[in-house]
């Protein structure tokens, strides 16, 4: 008996001191989506540099993170030290002071060199809450080199030709589809109905915050998007469960000739050790309803400290190393992230490395926001659902529209109502 | 050291623990369920809200969804899942050279792990390159590649198909530890007297393993509020909330929406249904036991 | 005569079928592990790989880069815990079940009752508290914290086994060793114990295989690679590399190498602990 309960003992303490881990250095810890290889990158070589060991949790769709993160800020703050914040979690987050305000780290020379869009990401009423870090939008891209087989120069300015073009290349047997999206009922998929909403001139909120995309226009955009699966056949079905990781693969196989992507695409595009089509694509503006409108969504990232960091500095330190100049151009020239300093844009290597570096500013100018408020997740959430329902035919966009507009409504005066406690 | 203080002395790990992690969380949801939480700065602010949790589950279209998509989930699984195990358990019943064999590859559904069975079905589920999509092609069934998963009336039955091969192990099991209950001679009699192999189905193995069907039923549909794995790797409850089961629901209620208070409401009445199933199994065991 | 040839041609080839079906997945899921990256794309696919391809299992269990170094911790860290929670599991419900069988703890209806209870109680139910209580005592992401978690999902179903099987041994030679001057707890370890080899064995096998592949108490709970279990690191990869599926299945593979080999030698047990009662289906 008493052989057993010493083993039993020894057992549990063991564990217990496996589990506490061995030395006592500093640590920080982040978490992230799927694609990772950057990141892990630039994290050993922060360690080689300082010592700071930087651990990475990785989730299986970006935004999962999200979820992990608000667990640890209502459980202190202190589990994830640094994270990259995307511009509609700031209001949120500032709210509710789980990301530090960084005021003090912004120097003027900064503000001045920033993109404004980039900067306006990161703040909130006033106050910085992340170093800006994705800068970005979603371009449309084509790819040239299938086109051309089809007897294409040009790429299609409005909705109507992207159809027909799109049925020529799956007619001539290019692909089996010409376009797939990120169109699972997640965020991705908010962006891109806020894109082409925005491209058939619907508006998503008005200045007071209140929706508007079940009105008219919108409705329309929503009624492409479904028959562009069902009645055109243009898009690949498959799409109202993809997210961007399985567009951006498509993309590199050759599997489709049309595709929205963030950041600098022709970056990882080109990338032979993941691209089965290096060369082959090409940026141009979006398509909309009259050609004149070519509007896409925004998505600026940033990084932020957690409120519950132990490791203020070297917190501080790890963004600045991703974030500073040095840092968004490496990571502009090897994976494609839009740096929101606006002097790279002139820097040689960049040019050199990134192509149409100039066709992508130019559809910087046609850029629409997503609304900026505190109640953005469970909005998110909602909406995102909504849509998707729409998407897989359970309810007619109208409908679907109109539903979460109530259910809009209903978060914003919730929200609302708690907030004046 | 009396019996009673050894057994007491024996019992206590056990005890603590399943206390501390059992029962001591159960009892904290149940008083989040009298709550409505909310994320405010730093903390979660918990507003008392009385039974406004259960009575918004009970009168939520939401939820009665996903009850009615777990109760056909049920449903498949008993009238298909269990006559396949039926099935396959009178076939295993009988004697041929690698009968230990066939009965070890069928535990293997059983045996591995969830997440591993979850990304098998979903590669023989894709829509460009998968196998079923591949089978029914070169059949001649279909003539284009179906997105199983994105449509959908197809998704949930996708999901269910994944489910029923995973129960099937279980249901052969017993079964099969049923029929071996059953004296041969109850067969060589009547076969003496001219039945057919249909008869002796209907009037001998049916009614003898009703017992074990009552059990089976009540354990697997018990098993079918606690999916959550296979739904969460497979369509994360889309398209459009389709394959959106209880267990699942729970968990998006809880992670995605953040409402701990109501995730635990549902917890609680999700438990409701549960005790009433394990009451009647605890009586059909008793029985047997006796 | 021919009757019974028909008879047996017909159970042949269903129970042929019947393996199929059980098979069937899990042979594609192989093929994939070893087939050429070209046969992955082909339409359609192939039901035997057109060449042997080793490449996928040398990049999951060699490659030095970060993606499948968190694969191959997660198999450490899922190998740790669920030796450790059988140990735990047979051990503390062994002596549990002998209380509640013989030393008169607890009492009947009732134990029925909660055990099966415990058993079916959906895990969702209990990680937002859970989570909560965690972070206070700062567990959280670690293995400890796990072992003590699956320990306590487990124990209801090992005492449940454990005390169906004490049942059956004769009180008799429990009896006639008191009245020889055993103490209880003499009984205990030195003759019942030993002779429920089979019923321990058991138990310990259903607690690794129900530690090896549970999904969702990890996911919540772990996220560095201290911590993380092999299902985790398996849905990371799902997410990681969801056109990679040659990678992915091999993953799969190599994951269920232990509960294969546990259902192709000891599938008796499995198929005894199953018919006991428990619920864990």
């Known amino acids: 008996m008493k052989r057993i309960l010493v083993l039993v003992i020894t057992i549990v303490f063991s564990f217990i001191a496996l589990s506490l881990g061995f030395g006592q250095e500093v640590e920080l810890n982040t978490i992230s989506g799927p694609d990772v290889d950057f990141l892990l990158k630039r994290a050993q070589q922060f360690q080689d540099k300082t010592g700071v060991r930087v651990n990475v949790t990785v989730v299986p769709y970006g935004r999962d993170q999200n979820i992990k993160l608000m667990a640890s800020f209502l459980a202190g703050g202190s589990q994830y030290d640094i994270f990259v914040i995307d511009c509609v979690e700031v209001p949120q987050y500032a709210e509710a002071g789980w990301a530090l305000p960084v005021d003090e780290y912004v120097t003027p020379e900064m503000k001045k060199d920033l993109l404004p869009f980039a900067g306006d990401g990161m703040m909130y009423k006033g106050h910085w809450y992340g170093l800006p870090w994705a800068s970005e939008w979603k371009s449309f891209l084509y790819n040239a080199a299938m086109l051309e087989k089809a007897g294409y120069k040009d790429p299609p300015k409005t909705w109507t030709q992207f159809v027909n073009v799109s049925k020529k290349l799956q007619n001539a047997g290019i692909v089996k589809y010409a376009t797939a999206w990120s169109w699972a009922g997640k965020e991705c998929l908010i962006c891109d109905f806020a894109a082409i909403a925005a491209t058939f001139g619907g508006q998503f909120f008005d200045e007071a915050q209140n929706p508007l995309f079940n009105k008219g226009v919108s409705v329309k955009a929503l009624q492409w998007m479904l028959d562009s699966i069902y009645k055109e056949k243009i898009s690949n079905p498959a799409s109202i469960m993809w997210t961007e990781t399985e567009v951006n693969k498509a993309m590199e196989a050759g599997d489709i000739a049309f595709g929205l992507r963030w950041g600098l695409p022709l970056v990882p595009l080109n990338d032979p050790s993941r691209s089965k089509t290096v060369g082959q694509w090409r940026i141009a503006l979006m398509p909309s309803l ?24 070297e917190a501080m330190d ?37 192509p149409q570096l100039d066709t992508m500013l130019e559809q910087g100018k046609y850029v629409m926001n997503r609304p900026k408020v505190p109640w953005y997740h469970d909005f998110s959430t909602m909406f995102a659902v909504e849509i998707n329902s729409a998407l897989a035919r359970q309810k007619t966009p109208q409908q679907a529209l109109n539903d979460a507009y109530q259910k809009t409504l209903e978060i914003k005066k919730n929200y609302e109502a708690r907030a004046k406690k | 050291m009396s019996k009673k203080t050894l057994g007491y002395l024996l019992i206590l790990p056990s005890a603590v623990i399943i206390v501390v992690v059992l029962v001591y969380p159960i009892a904290y949801s149940g008083y989040l369920s009298f709550f409505e939480t909310f994320i405010g700065p730093g903390t979660l602010s918990l507003t008392p809200v009385g039974l406004k949790n259960y009575i918004e589950t009970i009168k939520s279209p939401q939820w009665w969804l996903a009850f009615g998509r777990t109760a056909y989930f049920v449903l498949y699984d008993i009238v298909v899942g269990m006559s396949l195990g039926l099935g396959i358990a009178l076939l295993l019943n009988k004697e041929f050279r690698l009968r230990g064999i066939a009965r070890a ?26 196998f079923l999509n591949g089978l029914l092609f070169q059949l001649g069934l279909i003539k284009d590649y179906v997105p199983w998963l994105s449509n959908p009336t197809l998704a949930i039955h996708m999901v269910i198909l994944a489910n029923i091969w995973e129960g099937t192990p279980f249901a052969i099991i017993m079964y099969l530890a049923a029929l071996q209950t059953i004296p041969k001679e109850l067969y060589e009699a009547s076969e003496v007297d001219g039945a057919t192999p249909w008869q002796m189905f209907t009037k001998i193995t049916f009614p003898l393993i009703k017992p074990m069907t009552f ?19 497979l369509t994360a409850g889309g398209p459009g909330g389709s394959t959106q089961v209880v267990g699942y629901l729970m968990y998006s209620t809880v992670f995605d929406s953040l409402q701990f208070g109501k995730g635990a409401a549902m917890s609680y009445i999700l438990l409701a249904i549960i005790l009433v199933f394990v009451f009647i199994y605890s009586k059909l065991f008793q029985s047997e036991e006796d | 005569m021919r009757n019974s040839k028909i008879k047996l041609i017909i159970d042949s080839v269903l129970i042929i079928l019947a393996m199929i079906w059980t098979l069937l997945p899990l042979w594609w899921t192989f093929q994939t592990s070893i087939s050429p990256e070209v046969d992955l794309t082909r339409i359609p696919p192939r ?7 080793f490449n996928y299992y040398k990049n999951v269990l060699f490659k030095k880069i970060g993606t499948t170094t968190a694969f191959r911790a997660g198999i450490f860290n899922s190998t740790v815990i669920s030796i450790t929670v059988a140990v735990f599991s047979v051990l503390l419900g062994s002596l549990a079940a002998y209380a509640i069988v013989r030393l008169g703890v607890l009492s009947g209806q009732w134990v029925i009752f909660t055990l099966l209870f415990a058993q079916m109680i959906p895990p969702v139910i209990l990680i937002t508290s859970l989570y909560v209580i965690a972070s206070k005592m700062g567990l959280l992401d670690t293995k400890f914290l796990l072992i003590s978690l699956y320990t306590a999902l487990e124990l209801p179903m090992a005492i449940w086994i454990l005390r169906g099987y ?28 030993p002779l429920s080899g089979p019923a321990l064995f058991t138990t310990g096998i259903l607690t690794f295989i129900s530690a090896w592949g549970e999904f969702l108490m990890a996911l919540v709970f772990t996220s560095s690679l201290g911590a993380k279990t092999m299902p985790v690191a ?26 294969i080999l546990i259902a192709l030698i000891f599938q008796r047990f499995i198929i005894q602990g199953l018919t006991s009662g428990a619920v864990k289906g």
């Open chain 1, 290 to 313: 009259d050609g004149k409108k070519p509007y896409t969504v925004s998505g600026p990232m940033g990084w932020a400290i957690s409120f519950g960091t132990k490791h203020k500095k």
């Open chain 3, 234 to 259: 398996i849905a990371e990869f799902m997410g990681r590399f969801t056109v990679d599926y040659g990678l992915m299945c091999t993953a799969g593979m190599i994951a269920s190498v232990p509960p």
């Open chain 1, 318 to 354: 790890f963004i600045f190393s991703m974030a500073d100049e040095k840092g968004a151009k490496l990571a502009a020239i090897t994976q494609g992230t839009v740096p929101g300093w606006a002097s790279l844009y002139k820097d040689s290597d960049l040019i050199k490395a990134v």
């Open chain 2, 215 to 233: 059990i089976l039923i009540v354990i697997k549909t018990v098993a079918t509020f606690k999916i959550f794995d296979l739904v969460y790797a």
């Open chain 2, 105 to 130: 590859l069928v535990l293997f559904p059983y045996v591995l792990p969830s997440i591993v069975k979850a990304l098998m079905w979903k590669w023989i589920y894709n829509s460009d390159y998968g």
């Open chain 3, 166 to 193: 004490f049942q059956t041994i004769p009180k008799e030679i429990e009896d006639s060793a008191l009245i020889d001057g055993c103490t209880p707890s003499q009984v205990l370890f030195h003759i019942v114990l």
């Open chain 3, 47 to 53: 039901w035997f790989p057109s060449s042997i391809n």
